[in-house]
């Protein structure tokens, strides 16, 4: 199912001498929650998230595993479109690993690994270093800002040539430590100052925008130089969370403010949501890494763990098949929870249900037959959004030990290296 993605990709892209481009709905097409739909087409950007380098590693992934030469020849022709088009990236998202140069030379390192074309790496690490000295934006959560750039800074770092990032990454962990709100109720982050605009004014919960996010981000760092001050922060900013945690929901809430829903929904009321964005998939996934960089806390950390991989299960055994099926908030979000705790906590189960998830949907003949994350969903060709994140959600529930998650990097990761047999 993955390949026939991954082929249909190939041919859908346009070229430009030997860079290539895609077109596809974009998330602009709706401006707030309940506004109509007015439908927006457009080419892609070249960033992670919803852009070229985003399609470019799941087929250099998926490359790896299959005989289709054509992958390949895609691949690098999407990455030397996101790396010729990186200034295009707003220097306040430059230090982005969703929106901006961290994602494109975590992307093009990596692909650069597993084509065996070493340029790319080199390439990757001077963009990556360029962060350095660009003044960067006030976002600190994961999906625009430090909490989503640090692993894969660290991860960067260990490449040869990339020690220095290591400083940035230490860098990022300061301004997001700085920024915390300390008290009784652990560690959380204003939403505005985190996210932007628009967020409301009561500290979020999940993995995207949340506590979650930011709290594993210093724990990550904190294990790797020894700082039992991140690490305490990481802890208190999950003990933040717990503390809204509702236990007939098995869930957290979802504490985002939209002013045009204030006037239909009452005040007291909360709202909730399982995804990899929001809700019980992303932070399990937070508790799990966690789970895995501080064996001192499993046992704590444990009944959360299962809450939430409970939640996730009950919650995908009732989504639709018409229903979003990309990472950010869709089905391989969902499922990507379950192959990280089949594989984490050794319960093979958890990861027979991720594919039988997959599996009842049937093998769908046509990529315009997967429904994307876009309003209208249909038609977007990209990782997080769109075909090519279904694609990598796929390869990751047939084959987790061949496929990195990128839905939470991990920086002790070794090489990426295409395997010595492919399947036909």
Known sequence: MAARIG????????????????????????????????????ALGPELYGGTAGIALFLATLSGQIDAPNLDRTARG???QALQSAPLVPSKLAASFHSGWIGIAYAAASIGQLLD???LVTEALALAQKTMVTDRGAALDVIGGNAGSIAPLLWLA??????????????LAEELARAAIRNSDGWSWDPELASGAGMGHVPLCGLAHGASGMGLALMEIGVRLDRRD????GLSAFAYEDGLFDAGRRNWPDL??????????????????????????????????????LPQHREALLPRIRDAIHATRDHLATFPGR????????????????????????EPHWLDIARESWAS??????????????????????????????????????????????????PADGPATSLAHKVG
């Open 230 to 233: 991140w690490i305490d922060g």
């Open 158 to 171: 260990g490449l040869p040539g990339g020690a220095a990032l290591q400083g940035l990454a230490t860098d």
């Open 323 to 346: 229903a979003d099926a990309s990472p950010c908030h869709g089905r391989a979000g969902l499922t990507e929870l379950l192959v990280a705790a089949g594989c984490t906590l050794d």
């Open 361 to 410: 949907l049937g093998r769908r003949r046509a990529i315009a037959d997967w429904p994307c994350g876009v309003a209208s969903g249909r038609n977007n060709p990209s990782l997080m959004l769109g075909y090519a994140g279904i694609g990598y959600g796929l390869l990751r529930a047939a084959a987790p030990e061949l496929t990195r998650s990128i839905l939470l990097v991990d």
């Open 78 to 80: 999407a990455i030397r």
């Open 256 to 293: 985002r403010e939209y002013p045009e829903l204030r006037e239909e929904r009452p005040a007291p009321s909360r709202s909730f949501m399982i995804a990899w964005c929001h809700g019980a998939a992303g932070i399990g996934l937070a508790r799990l890494r966690a789970y895995t960089l």
């Open 117 to 119: 074309e070493p340029e």
């Open 7 to 42: 082929r249909a990709l190939c041919r859908a892209a346009y070229w430009h001498e030997d860079r290539c481009n895609w077109v596809g709905r974009n998330v602009r097409e709706i401006v707030a929650p309940g506004a109509p739909i007015v439908p927006l087409v457009t």
